[in-house]
Each structure stands twice: as structure tokens, then as C-alpha cells.
């Protein structure tokens, strides 16, 4: 519980109606989409910038911890409220400032949700690629405090690519400007990029300013079927050996396919081992080019069948399994847990044999997929939290799906961020030093450890273990 005279002081600042403080409205700010859950002492829906520098003085001020919070998304348990406190959220600042057709760039309050300024800048000729499958719920701020990806990134790049400048409410409350509308901008060191991915950690990001590009003429979709895991994964390295950047390239695992065709009937193969669904775009001319010499080499390695969406309602179709698989596979057992890990592309073949064989050694039930052209994998498995004895099952099969990952010179997360659930894995990536070294950065501009505080860098306990 927050002392009576801070819940006095954050009322006068955002208003008695925006501070929540009822059990039944606390429990909604408790969670993200990982199983953990921690109740916070109050929650702040601040209006403005103004507000938001008073509350983090205060918080600052009491040693009070607060949690930045969009729209609770987060898969890596980052958004959780750990150490209570307060959940500060970002609801009521949505607006889409400005597009701005001359500098092609978006000016955007943290709230706005992914999909609508897609929608927005589309409907002006206009392209903001970083389309995590989120995008009709998450928000732009939560997008750039975990640096979200997408199926898109492979041939765009992630939200990092995308953010020119931002305002961030720093621990302090002081405010601060990074970058701006420029394209090239070297002044100083680059804080843009550093609050990128920090997880709420280091300030609170209160406007963005984002890059867009002009919307690719063409596109085509396309699924290969295979019977074989193995030939899947081998093809998606095939067509980057190919020197060619499709705008998609995503592997379904047969154990996925089966659940996504129990949910929506949307005929994918159930006899199949593994679909790729491949997306090019780009000049007409361009995505006829790349349809063949993908089409080429899916069949060149063991394609049983190859469907080409003839028609913007076909490609909808081939994606929507895609799109639901989440759902589709969270709803078949109580717990879902999903990583994240990413390998260079060559090693893709590697890392999906390697998890066949860790959920066969753990005997769980895992679904295989994920963006594979970008190495990015999302090994899921279907388990029930009051198993004890499968749970400790799941902790050892994702400890060593990390150790492989950075055996096969890959990294713990590609684009859920590290959050919680990553945090003990942190040394083994980077060493004492190079952890030790983020702690620096840390403190620098949060010294009393009052920004989402537990996240990303286990704080104060170099013991904490891995699960
Ligand atoms: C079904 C499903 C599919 C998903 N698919 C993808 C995917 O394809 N790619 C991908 O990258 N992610 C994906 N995610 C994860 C998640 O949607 C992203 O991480 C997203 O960016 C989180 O946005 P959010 O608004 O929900 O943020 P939240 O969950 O509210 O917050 C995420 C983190 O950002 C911090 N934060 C939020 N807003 C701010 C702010 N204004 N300033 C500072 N810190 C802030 C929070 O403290 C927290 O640490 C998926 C999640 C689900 C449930």
C-alpha cells in the first residue's frame, strides 16, 4: 500500500478519477502475457507530459517504484509491477500528432496503437513496416521500449530502423529530446537507440518520431508445403543464400498447424510436417521476378505443394493462420510460454532440430515457429502451471534452448525483450562485464532504481539463477 499522503499527491497532479486504487482495478494492471503476475499499490492514467515529469519527481522523490505500462503485451514478463508500486499508464496519451508528407515521418503520443498508424499512414501512399502480430492491440510506446519486430522485418528491419526521435520523462522527471526529424543526425551520442529496447527501464517514452517509406506497389503471398521439418527449415536458408530478401518468411511447425486448423478450418495441410508462408513485394516487375526464384527453390528442396494467393482475400486467407496461431495454440492447454530466440539465419536448420530433439528429451507438448528468415524462432509450449513437476520439465528445456541458442552464435531474444524471464540469463550472453556494464547505464540515469526495477538486469543480485 502507497502512504495516503503520495496517493493525495498523485491525485492532485492527474486528478482523483485517474488514480485507481480499487483491488478489482489493480488485478488488471497485474499482469502481461507471461504467466507471472504482481499486483501494483496504485495505478496512474496521466494526460500529459507535464504530468507524468510530476509524477515520476514525486515517485523519485519517495523511492516509489513505477512500471510504464501501454497495453500489457509484453511476453517477457517486462510489464509485470514486480516490486508493486505504481503501473503508470500510457491510455490516455493515443494521439497521432502529425504525418507529415514533406520529411515523410510520424509524430506520435506513446498510446497509439501499431495498427492504426499503419492504417493512418497507408491511407497517404505511406508505409510504417514494423508490424508485430500484436499490431491490433500494442501500442507504439511498448513497441519502442522493446524494440518489437515483426514477419516484415526481414526485408525492413524492426521499430529501431524506424525511430527518428523521441521526448522521454527521464527518473528524475526531468525531459528530455533525442534525435528529431532528421534522417542523418551524429550529435552527440545516440540516446535515441539507447532508449530503444530499454524496457521501460530508463525513462518513461512520452512522444515518438518515426521514418516512413512509400508503400511497395505490389505483393505477392505464397505457402509451401512440406513433409519434412527439416526440408522447411533448410529452404529458408536456401532462399537467403539465394541473395534474396522476401518481405516474409515464416515457418509453421505440423504441431501448430494441426491447433490452427482445430480453431479457424482454414485448410492448411493437416498431413503436413511444416508450411512456409513467403511474402515479396515490391515493383510489379520486381515480385513477379521474385515469385519465380522463390518458386523455383521451395520445390528444389522438397515443397509437396506450393499454393500462390491469387488475389488480395487469398493472401488475407494464407495469413490468417499465421495471425491466430498464438491463439490457436494458447487455448489447447491452461499455460502458454513462448520464447524468442534468435540465431543467424545459416544456423536455422540447427536450432529447429535441436528443439524437436529438447521436446522429445522433456517430453512437453511444443509448437515450432516463428520468423525463420530473420532466424527469429518462437518454440512454444503447451503446458499447465499447477504441474509442477511439467513446469520444471519446461524450465530446463528453455535453459537449454538459451545455452544452444548462443552456442549457435544467436542471442536470447530477437524482439520480446528480456524482461523477467530473461533477466538470470543475462550474464551468460554477456558476461559479469558486459551486464556490469549496462548496470552502469542503469544507475547513471535511474539511481534510485525506481524504473521498472528488476527487469532486464537482475538488480543487486549477481546470484539470481537461471529458471
Ligand atoms: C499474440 C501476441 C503476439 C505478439 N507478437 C509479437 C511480434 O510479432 N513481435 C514482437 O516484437 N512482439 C510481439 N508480441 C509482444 C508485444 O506485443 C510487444 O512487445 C509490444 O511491443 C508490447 O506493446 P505494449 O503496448 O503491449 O507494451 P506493454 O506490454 O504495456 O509494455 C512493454 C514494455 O514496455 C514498457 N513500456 C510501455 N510503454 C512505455 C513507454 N511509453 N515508455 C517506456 N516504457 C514503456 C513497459 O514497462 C514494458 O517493459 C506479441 C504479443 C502477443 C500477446
Not at 499503419?118 to 513496416?129: C, D, I, N, W
Not at 541458442?405 to 528480456?418: F, K, N, P, S, V
Request: negative net charge.
Amino acid at each position: 500500500m502507497l502512504p495516503v499522503g503520495i496517493l493525495k499527491q498523485l491525485q492532485a497532479i492527474v486528478g482523483r478519477e485517474h488514480v485507481l486504487t480499487s483491488p478489482e482495478e489493480l488485478v488488471c494492471y497485474s499482469y502481461d502475457s507471461t504467466p507471472v503476475v504482481s499486483t501494483p499499490d496504485a495505478v496512474v492514467v496521466p494526460g500529459s507530459t507535464q504530468e507524468i515529469s510530476e509524477i515520476m519527481r514525486l515517485a523519485n522523490r519517495e523511492r516509489v517504484p513505477v512500471v510504464p505500462r501501454g497495453s500489457g503485451t509484453d511476453l517477457s514478463g517486462g510489464t509485470v509491477p514486480l516490486r508493486k508500486g505504481i503501473v503508470l499508464s500510457t491510455a490516455r496519451l493515443n494521439k497521432i500528432l502529425e504525418i507529415d508528407e514533406q520529411n515523410l515521418t510520424a509524430t506520435l503520443q506513446p498510446a497509439v496503437i501499431t495498427g492504426q498508424l499503419q492504417a493512418a499512414v497507408e491511407r497517404l501512399g505511406l508505409f510504417y513496416p514494423p508490424d508485430p502480430s500484436s499490431l491490433g492491440v500494442s501500442t507504439i510506446g511498448g513497441n519502442v521500449a522493446e524494440g518489437a519486430g515483426g514477419a516484415r522485418c526481414l526485408k525492413y528491419g524492426t521499430t529501431k530502423d524506424y525511430v527518428l526521435g523521441l521526448e522521454v520523462v527521464l527518473a528524475s522527471g526531468d525531459l528530455i529530446r533525442t534525435g528529431g526529424k532528421t534522417v542523418k543526425n551524429v550529435s552527440g551520442y545516440n540516446l535515441t537507440q539507447l532508449f530503444v529496447g530499454s524496457e521501460g527501464t530508463l525513462g518513461v517514452v512520452t512522444e515518438v518520431t518515426v521514418r516512413l517509406i512509400p508503400l511497395p506497389e505490389a505483393k505477392q503471398t505464397l505457402l509451401a508445403v512440406f513433409g519434412d521439418l527439416d526440408d522447411a527449415a533448410r529452404t529458408v536458408s536456401a532462399i537467403i543464400a539465394a541473395k534474396i530478401v522476401p518481405t516474409t518468411l515464416e515457418l509453421i511447425d505440423g504441431t501448430s498447424i494441426k491447433k490452427i486448423e482445430a480453431y479457424r478450418s482454414l485448410g492448411y495441410p493437416l498431413d503436413a510436417e511444416a508450411v512456409l508462408l513467403i511474402e515479396v513485394d515490391g515493383s510489379e516487375v520486381e515480385v513477379q521476378r521474385q515469385t519465380g526464384r522463390v518458386e523455383d527453390i521451395v520445390r528444389a528442396n522438397g515443397a509437396r505443394e506450393l499454393r500462390v494467393a491469387r488475389n488480395g482475400d487469398e493472401a488475407d486467407h494464407l495469413w490468417l493462420g499465421r495471425r491466430v496461431s498464438f491463439a490457436a495454440l494458447a487455448r489447447s492447454k491452461p499455460t502458454a510460454v513462448t520464447e524468442d530466440v534468435t540465431v543467424p539465419r545459416a544456423k536455422v536448420p540447427a536450432l529447429v532440430r535441436r528443439l524437436k530433439e529438447l521436446a522429445r528429451k522433456y517430453d512437453l507438448d511444443v509448437a515450432i515457429m516463428g520468423h525463420a528468415g530473420d532466424g527469429n524462432m518462437h518454440p512454444l509450449v503447451m503446458t499447465d502451471f499447477r504441474d509442477k513437476d511439467e513446469m520444471a520439465r519446461m524450465n530446463k528445456f528453455f535453459d537449454e534452448t538459451f545455452r544452444i541458442t548462443l552456442e549457435l552464435g544467436g542471442t536470447l531474444t530477437g524482439e520480446h525483450g528480456i524482461g523477467l524471464l530473461k533477466a538470470p540469463y543475462m550474464k551468460m550472453q554477456f558476461g559479469k562485464e558486459g551486464v556490469e556494464a549496462m548496470r552502469a547505464i542503469k544507475l547513471a540515469l535511474d539511481p534510485n532504481n525506481i524504473l521498472n526495477p528488476g527487469k532486464i538486469i537482475p538488480d543487486g543480485s549477481d546470484e539470481t539463477e537461471p529458471r
